[in-house]
């Protein structure tokens, strides 16, 4: 198994957020996390990141391991530098003043001398074309779509091989949305594993091989996409039905 969440238990403060959390990612995956605003799922993906405080949460029971290791004690460069996993953040952070290729130099600061950087450049530019054509345009003139592209395109520059997304259909109109769940799935097909924080439960799940329910900090329901898209009380909270 690649990650595994264990009975954790994450705190704000004195409050808590996520009341003993398990579940498992394992490699070439595509697991997505659902459920409502408040559910515990950005919470969840940076304590998994291991972001420091004063606003990120403190685990206060349980474990977090990667291919067999606590990882409660790793820095959060290193989760990126070592483990290889990079976080695509609700609301994307983008450096507006910067290009898009600044953007996505900055990502690359541990890789340097490393010539597989080259490589991923180009990636990122047969993935999301429209970034080619605005490598040199400042990216807080970029369209939402367009930004939330230069999102990924930053994290895949760390050279990652799992992929943590909070969000990543939000703001976006349908013909982004689809284009960018298209980039998604030939990512996985290439080998990169994937988290995914998605309150579009629909799309979220017919892209997911497996997925978790979360609501108030605990996960109510589990299993294989196609069953959790025909259960019924999954699809009267999440999916209209």
């Known amino acids: 198994m690649l990650l595994e969440i264990e009975n954790l238990v994450v705190r704000y403060g004195s409050i808590e957020a996520l ?37 990120a949460p403190r685990v206060a029971e349980g474990d977090i391991r990667f291919a067999g290791r606590s990882i409660l004690a790793v820095e959060p460069h ?21 290009t898009v290729e600044e953007n996505l130099e900055l990502a690359t600061y541990a890789r340097r001398g490393d010539p597989g ?15 080619r054509e605005r490598r040199r345009q400042r990216s807080e003139s970029l369209s939402g779509g367009e930004q939330q592209m230069l999102a990924v395109g930053r994290a895949l520059m760390t050279g990652c091989r799992v992929l943590l997304l909070d969000e990543p259909s939000m703001g976006l109109a349908p013909v982004l949305k689809y284009e960018m769940f298209r980039a998604l799935k030939r990512l996985n097909q290439e080998g990169v594993t994937i988290l995914l924080v998605e309150q579009n439960a629909a799309l979220a799940l017919k892209f997911a091989h497996r997925g978790y329910v979360l ?6 329901a589990e299993g294989p996409t196609d069953h959790l898209l ?12």
């Not at 490589?119 to 970034?131: A, M, S, T, W």
């Open 19 to 55: 009341h003993g959390v398990s579940f498992t990612v394992d490699e070439g995956e595509v697991v997505t996390l659902i459920g409502a605003n408040g559910a515990g799922k950005t919470t969840t993906l940076l304590s998994i990141c291991r972001l420091p405080p004063p606003e």
């Open 78 to 98: 290193d989760v990126v530098r070592a483990l290889k996993m990079a976080l695509v953040p609700e609301g994307r952070r983008i450096f507006g003043n910067l």
């Open 117 to 131: 950087v080259v490589k991923d450049l180009e990636r990122v530019f047969q993935l999301f074309p429209r970034l």
């Open 215 to 220: 609501d108030t900090g605990r996960i109510v």
């Open 230 to 241: 025909s259960n019924e009380e999954v699809k009267r909270a999440y999916l209209g039905g």
